[in-house]
């Protein structure tokens, strides 16, 4: 793989073109979260899902070692792949059939996009989901840390005393369990609000606190693979 | 200014063409470099320069509180307004114009830029310099720092003893001391090392350093506006 010189263009026609696509498309959305977007949109994981649908692995000539090692599914060097492709047909035949190429690949993606979701973290979408409902925002507590100093694991309790949650996350890092705090919470909130059959009814506080003390023993994936013991239960139903 | 759309689009457009100018010109570099260089033509003193030329302020209409303050003089202000009137170019004209006139701007810029250097601070170009000459890498000491905690500066030697270089630089940081002192240790040893007349001769220590316990008395700009007393003179003249 010697194609760094065609990434580095592949890249900057890429970026190009998305922001003029989502320029285009979202009129009343400002330059922040046009930035977000396309930031989401162009990421590695982003470029190796579109480079997957294409089948580019097909096509890599990869060297021995790469071979051996499974380079051809690597998601980096697929992502790289498709900007080097990207650079070769902006300089083969010039912007605007690599755009007509690029276009086709987002047009689709853009379909199912929330463009006020779309690449926030779970802290952020949560504050914002409670802001939109004047509640105040959620409180984050480490709870307990476990493992040795290299390889510590932390333990996150997140709490929105008002909607009657508490649940728990783990991560490698503090904020990492904010995260996957935050994830749950959001999960849970938005049940105990936005679903509730009849909107004009006062949401159930009984009903969801139950649901709650079920979900909260639900573990991020993180957690899920590490067979050490559960969190504490959501202490929220007993309150 | 309520052009940020325009602006987040147009810096698109700009980093796309410059891209697309450096990899045509400069064949043999990499993408290291090729980002570098365009970080540094993109960036916003760089576009102020261009915005400069073109006398854009005539052109700015600005709120009363920025034309009280200066704004149309501003280099941000100046340099966003660029970047917004390449996004409405674009708009209006479609990629092929855009591209012609960010060439317009930056082909004159690139013949007077050196690839090699541009966008490297000095303690980079200090370290590649020697190390073509195959000396050994250049030395930083804090020698005093001055004033009180909030408003430090540091006042930094930066040594290449082979060429006999002991040279004072000042910031406000140690990182901006050092690259202070690198800017005037790398003007005393080209002087030293290449513009010695015959470049067959051995340079002459003993010169190089007389000139030295004079150049190494010049003040940093930011030193200059300090009247604080003069650090130390060279002492490499008498070593």
Redesign the interface.
């Known amino acids: 793989m010697h194609n760094?010189?065609l990434?580095?263009?592949g890249d900057?026609?890429l970026?190009?073109v998305v922001?003029?696509i989502l320029?285009e498309r979202f009129v009343t959305i400002?330059?922040g979260d046009?930035?977000r977007l396309r930031a989401n949109l162009v990421k590695q994981q982003s470029l190796y899902e579109i480079a997957q649908k294409l089948e580019l692995s097909q096509f890599l000539r990869l060297g021995e070692g790469e071979l051996k090692s499974g380079g051809f599914r690597r998601p980096s060097i697929l992502a790289d792949t498709l900007e080097a492709l990207l650079g070769a047909i902006?300089l083969d035949a010039g912007?605007?059939p690599a755009?007509d190429v690029i276009r086709a690949f987002y047009i689709p993606i853009l379909e199912s996009v929330d463009p006020q979701t779309l690449g926030k973290d779970a802290k952020t979408l949560l504050q914002e989901f409670l802001q939109s409902k004047k509640i105040s925002l959620p409180l984050y507590n480490v709870v307990a840390t476990h493992g040795a100093a290299h390889s510590q694991e932390f333990e996150i309790e997140c709490l929105v005393p008002k909607l009657g949650i508490q649940v728990y996350g783990r991560g490698g890092s503090r904020r990492a369990g904010e995260q996957a705090a935050a994830k749950l919470a959001l999960e849970v909130a938005e049940q105990a609000l936005v679903k509730t059959p009849a909107a004009g009814r006062k949401s159930k506080p009984r009903a969801a606190q139950l649901k709650l003390a079920g979900i909260a023993t639900v573990q991020t994936t993180e957690a899920a693979v590490n067979p050490e013991p559960s969190p504490p239960p959501a202490k929220a139903a007993n309150k």
Do not use: K
């Open positions: 760094e010189r990434e580095f263009l900057s026609i970026n190009c922001a003029s320029y400002d330059e046009l930035s902006f912007f605007n755009r």
